[in-house]
């Protein structure tokens, strides 16, 4: 059996079944697509060469300067609440780039996994990263929770760019049209110029 009740002003889903004519009821907090929350979305690519072993024995299973469990980590937050996330893999990122004196640009980036959040006033704000980056992609899969922690883990050793705040491209993935408007040549692996690669922490 399930119904509703408020708690402290708050909705709680109340199941109870009978078990030898015994009732055994718990409460799980009920989410309202209309609460909203805030969004912490962590971007980071393990180190490879941790030595777990090592870091148990003298360090308490941590990380120390000389054994770096990341080789970088970035964590960002929106700028206000929101009231919806929606997870779209292997779609097609619509990237505007502009440059001093020059009409802004806009290209169509394939293969990306884009976490949309929906802002309080309905404007929609995107991260993104390339598929191909991604190990692992770590998501609420309810969001009854005041604040959603989204985590990207990137695979060791694949080149990429990082045109924006909260967007990572592979260099695979990166159109021909742009490597042109950048001044590269087809198939080169340079990074285009005002892009920055993922900083050590």
């Not at 199941?15 to 929350?37: C, D, G, H, T, V």
């Not at 080149?159 to 695979?172: C, D, K, L, S, T």
């Amino acid at each position: 059996m399930k119904r509703v009740r408020i708690i402290d002003g708050k909705p709680f889903i109340f199941f109870s079944f009978n078990l030898r004519n015994l009732l055994f009821p718990y409460f799980i907090p009920a989410y309202s697509p209309r609460e909203l929350m805030k969004i912490h979305v962590t971007f980071q690519q393990n180190n490879p060469n941790f030595n777990q072993i090592y870091a148990d024995e003298y360090h308490g299973g941590e990380d120390s300067s000389s054994n770096w469990k990341y080789q970088w980590l970035s964590v960002l937050k929106a700028a206000g609440p929101i009231k919806n996330i929606h997870i779209r893999k292997d779609a097609v990122y619509q990237l505007t780039q502009s440059t001093d004196g020059v009409p802004d640009s806009h290209f169509s980036i394939p293969h990306m996994t884009i976490c949309e959040c929906v802002m309080e006033n309905n404007k929609v704000m995107e991260f993104a990263v390339s598929d191909s980056l991604l190990e692992k992609l770590v998501h609420p899969k309810n969001y009854a929770f005041k604040t959603a922690h989204v985590y990207f883990y990137f695979k060791p050793d694949i080149e990429f760019i990082h045109p924006r705040e909260g967007v990572y491209i592979a260099q695979a993935d990166i159109p021909q049209e742009w490597k042109m408007a950048s001044g590269q040549s087809a198939g080169t692996e340079e990074v285009p110029a005002g892009s920055i690669q993922g900083n050590n922490i």
